[in-house]
């Protein structure tokens, strides 16, 4: 199979959601959706005082940070986060981020999966929270 470019623009990507969290996200890439493989891409919000949930997964994650202020939990560990930053985060390593801010938090992500169906998440518990997602 011969590989081509493939343009996209994040607009007239589907939004999807969590709805009880204030999570969406839309994947740019993903070679169930576009024609291409190797890498899963995608933009998230979160809205502020919403929270992606801390989870783990068999695949590396990178976050590049767009807009906004939040809260990254990385095992048990947190960091601030802003625009301008770049988060590797190493396949199984739990995470979860909480918007601090009082505007919409936006991240680029990427997995170097075929496919965003690909990405197995398991809900784990934060250390004094609930595995729950809110």
Known sequence: MVERAFVVEESTVAVER??????????????????????TSGVCE????GVLGFHRHPTLELYYFLEGTALLWLNDAEH????????SIPADVPHGIRNTGTSVLKFF???????????????????????ARP
């Open 46 to 49: 979160i809205a502020p005082g």
């Open 18 to 39: 969590e709805e009880h969290t204030g999570v969406s996200w839309r994947t740019l890439t993903s070679a169930d959706r576009t024609p291409t493989r190797g890498v």
């Open 80 to 87: 601030a986060v802003r625009p301008g930053l770049t988060v």
């Open 109 to 131: 992500y990427v997995f170097p999966a075929d496919s965003y169906t690909d990405i197995v998440y398991t809900d784990v518990e934060r250390p004094g929270e609930s595995a």
